[in-house]
């Protein structure tokens, strides 16, 4: 299932907030509408929201012709920068469009055609580079995980939200392949229910066995002794190895560490924030209090309720035992192995 591709000069992606009740793929050559479809969720997790951006750059800049080398590289700037107002937290975001701007900036000619050509390569480079870290990712995550265990997972970090299989769920499902796997428990996760409307969705179509629950339950089932490792995505991870995911993460992380069981980080080194050292710095995006005031169009909570809906929060590095990249799994002290990562330039910042 491939949740975003590129044909024929446009951009063809599934609407996730239509699923799982419809499979709907949108078009379009305008990067106007990739930042809108980004800004609302109906394309998301922060490897494909990096994808979707860079192929956004490439697409506007099919809309230059000839005669217009002078303005464009000003418009194409102006171009990354409506992109990257679209969602504050996920790093992967500006990673992508880094790489755009190095392409850019590398353009020497006078040919509007060389830079169509350099920014769509960039793209779809991008794009097939994620495929091949999801695969590392899970190769290497299955390998800890211990034989017959059962995992919880929270949000989607799965094929819908990556350019591959994806990073938490790829390991899920090469572990399922391995025959280590005996079930997965899925929080729904409030209150965009990526959980129950995008994860439950994906390990459904797997045959995975799986359970769904409402994320208050997630502290029985750990007291129950029915799980064995927590796995989760990550939106930014900055150099001392402080986590920003999907909200609820936070409290999955204290709790892993209450009931003794692993609790592991899946992303590739594209959201490591080389740029920032602890998570205090992490902007933390607020959503619409409607989605938390309705449910299905329908209110719920009074009219005057105050509302606070931090979409991610932030795991403090002690709450996490092992951070899984495309390139090796990395263990505490995370300053240590990250600015390793870093002094061998692997980390573009
Ligand atoms: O708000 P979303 O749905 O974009 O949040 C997504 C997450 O929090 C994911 O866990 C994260 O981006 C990792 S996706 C591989």
Same mark, same amino acid.
């Given at each position: 299932?491939?949740?975003?591709?590129?044909?024929?000069?446009?951009?063809?992606?599934?609407?996730?907030?239509?699923?799982?009740?419809?499979?709907?793929?949108?078009?379009?050559?305008? &990067? %106007?509408?990739?930042?809108? /479809?980004?800004?609302?969720?109906?394309?998301?997790?922060?490897?494909? @929201? *990096? $994808?979707?951006?860079?192929?956004?750059?490439?697409?506007?800049?099919?809309?230059?012709?000839?005669?217009?080398?002078?303005?464009?590289?000003?418009?194409?700037?102006?171009?990354?920068?409506?992109?990257?107002?679209?969602?504050?937290?996920?790093?992967?975001?500006?990673?992508?469009?880094?790489?755009?701007?190095?392409?850019?900036?590398?353009?020497?000619?006078?040919?509007?055609?060389?830079?169509?050509?350099?920014?769509?390569?960039?793209?779809?480079?991008?794009?097939?580079?994620?495929?091949?870290?999801?695969?590392?990712?899970?190769?290497?995550?299955?390998?800890?995980?211990?034989?017959?265990?059962? &995992? %919880?997972?929270?949000?989607? /970090?799965?094929?819908?939200?990556?350019?591959?299989?994806?990073?938490? @769920? *790829? $390991?899920?499902?090469?572990?399922?392949?391995?025959?280590?796997?005996?079930?997965?428990?899925?929080?729904?996760?409030?209150?965009?229910?990526?959980?129950?409307?995008?994860?439950?969705?994906?390990?459904?179509?797997?045959?995975?066995?799986?359970?769904?629950?409402?994320?208050?339950?997630?502290?029985?089932?750990?007291?129950?002794?029915?799980?064995?490792?927590?796995?989760?995505?990550?939106?930014?991870?900055?150099?001392?190895?402080?986590?920003?995911?999907?909200?609820?993460?936070?409290?999955?992380?204290?709790?892993?560490?209450?009931?003794?069981?692993?609790?592991?980080?899946?992303?590739?080194?594209?959201?490591?924030?080389?740029?920032?050292?602890?998570?205090?710095?992490?902007?933390?995006?607020?959503?619409?209090?409607?989605?938390?005031?309705?449910?299905?169009?329908?209110?719920?909570?009074?009219?005057?309720?105050?509302?606070?809906?931090?979409?991610?929060?932030?795991?403090?590095?002690?709450?996490?035992?092992?951070?899984?990249?495309?390139?090796?799994?990395?263990?505490?002290?995370?300053?240590?192995?990250?600015?390793?990562?870093?002094?061998?330039?692997?980390?573009?910042?």
């Amino acid at each position: 299932m491939k949740p975003l591709e590129w044909i024929n000069g446009k951009l063809k992606f599934l609407d996730q907030t239509r699923l799982p009740l419809e499979e709907f793929f949108c078009e379009t050559d305008d &990067v %106007l509408f990739v930042a809108k /479809a980004i800004k609302r969720l109906a394309i998301r997790g922060a490897p494909l @929201i *990096g $994808i979707a951006a860079a192929y956004g750059v490439a697409l506007a800049s099919l809309s230059l012709n000839h005669s217009m080398v002078k303005e464009a590289r000003s418009y194409i700037l102006s171009i990354i920068d409506i992109l990257a107002s679209t969602r504050p937290t996920a790093v992967n975001l500006f990673w992508a469009l880094k790489r755009q701007r190095r392409v850019l900036d590398a353009w020497q000619t006078d040919s509007i055609s060389d830079l169509q050509n350099n920014l769509l390569n960039e793209a779809k480079q991008i794009h097939q580079e994620d495929a091949e870290i999801c695969e590392r990712i899970s190769s290497f995550g299955a390998e800890l995980l211990s034989d017959d265990c059962s &995992v %919880l997972t929270h949000c989607n /970090a799965g094929a819908l939200a990556t350019g591959g299989r994806g990073t938490a @769920i *790829g $390991i899920i499902s090469k572990a399922w392949e391995l025959g280590k796997l005996k079930h997965v428990y899925i929080d729904e996760t409030r209150p965009l229910l990526q959980g129950s409307r995008l994860t439950a969705w994906e390990i459904d179509r797997a045959k995975i066995p799986a359970t769904l629950i409402v994320d208050s339950v997630a502290a029985v089932l750990l007291k129950q002794g029915k799980i064995n490792a927590i796995i989760v995505g990550a939106d930014r991870i900055t150099m001392n190895g402080d986590v920003a995911n999907k909200v609820g993460t936070y409290s999955l992380a204290v709790l892993a560490k209450h009931h003794g069981i692993p609790f592991y980080v899946a992303a590739p080194v594209s959201t490591i924030d080389a740029q920032m050292s602890t998570g205090k710095d992490i902007p933390i995006e607020e959503r619409d209090a409607r989605e938390v005031t309705e449910l299905f169009g329908k209110r719920t909570a009074p009219e005057m309720v105050h509302v606070y809906s931090p979409a991610f929060d932030v795991t403090p590095n002690e709450f996490v035992t092992a951070i899984i990249t495309d390139r090796g799994v990395h263990r505490p002290p995370f300053s240590d192995s990250l600015k390793r990562l870093s002094l061998r330039g692997e980390l573009v910042g």
